[in-house]
T-cell receptor, first 115, second 113 residues
Framework: AAGVIQSPRHLIKEKRETATLKCYPI?????VYWYQQGPGQDPQFLIS???????DKGSIPDRFSAQQFSDYHSELNMSSLELGDSALYFC??????????????FGPGTRLTVL | GEDVEQSLFLSVREGDSSVINCTYT??????LYWYKQEPGAGLQLLTY?????DMKQDQRLTVLLNKKDKHLSLRIADTQTGDSAIYFC?????????????FGRGTQLTVWP
């Protein structure tokens, strides 16, 4: 079965650079979530989109922005990168938000390292 | 936000049962999830339970929910070495119809042969 696709899988950037992470949800899923998992930490919710509109916002820095496109894929744009942004960034998708279970299926993550 | 707590480590012998515990704080109706994360991999949804249920069984997995104590557990029967991973308990935000998840810190399960 098709899963959530994230690219790139690994990314190395310098401080103050920018990065763009991409997420391709499971076909027919219209909701996308972004989470950040620091080393040894639990995943923290950043932002979500439903039908191409931002639906919820968590602890996302102002330096980050995201959007969902007409084909439902999403991109997380990160500017002025800091050392503390080094983390595993997960994308998850779901169908029928708010429905029974509303299971979020996670991608493999993008490991961002800021030097 | 919601506060989800888990013990950090658990070691068991192959063939034994594993019980991973979790406590949460949100007293209203919500969904509770268990995810598995293997090294370098993403989060795999194992099972979920709605907060008006007491128990859910799915093959080797049994989820027990004590609503009074806000305590959730995941029992893995006949634990195998392939079950070694980090297990996250997560709670769905009741205030969000689009369901952001709050995760615990994760329990590292080590299965010895």
């Amino acid at each position: 079965a098709a899963g959530v696709i994230q690219s790139p899988r690994h990314l190395i950037k310098e401080k103050r650079e920018t990065a763009t992470l991409k997420c391709y949800p499971i076909p027919r899923h219209d909701t996308v979530y972004w989470y950040q998992q620091g080393p040894g930490q639990d995943p923290q919710f950043l932002i979500s989109f439903y039908e191409k509109m931002q639906s919820d916002k968590g602890s996302i820095p102002d330096r980050f922005s995201a959007q969902q496109f007409s084909d439902y894929h999403s991109e997380l744009n990160m500017s002025s990168l800091e050392l503390g942004d080094s983390a595993l960034y997960f994308c998850a998708s779901s169908a029928a938000p708010g429905g029974a279970g509303d299971e979020q299926f996670f991608g493999p993550g993008t490991r961002l390292t800021v030097l | 936000g919601e506060d989800v707590e888990q013990s950090l480590f658990l070691s068991v012998r192959e063939g034994d049962s594993s019980v991973i515990n979790c406590t949460y704080t949100d007293s209203s109706s919500t969904y509770l999830y268990w995810y598995k994360q293997e090294p370098g991999a993403g989060l795999q949804l194992l099972t979920y339970i709605f907060s008006n249920m007491d128990m859910k069984q799915d093959q080797r997995l049994t989820v027990l929910l004590n609503k009074k104590d806000k305590h959730l557990s995941l029992r893995i029967a006949d634990t195998q070495t392939g079950d070694s991973a980090i297990y996250f308990c997560a709670e769905r935000d009741r205030g969000s119809t689009l369901g952001r998840l709050y995760f615990g810190r994760g329990t590292q399960l080590t299965v010895w042969p």
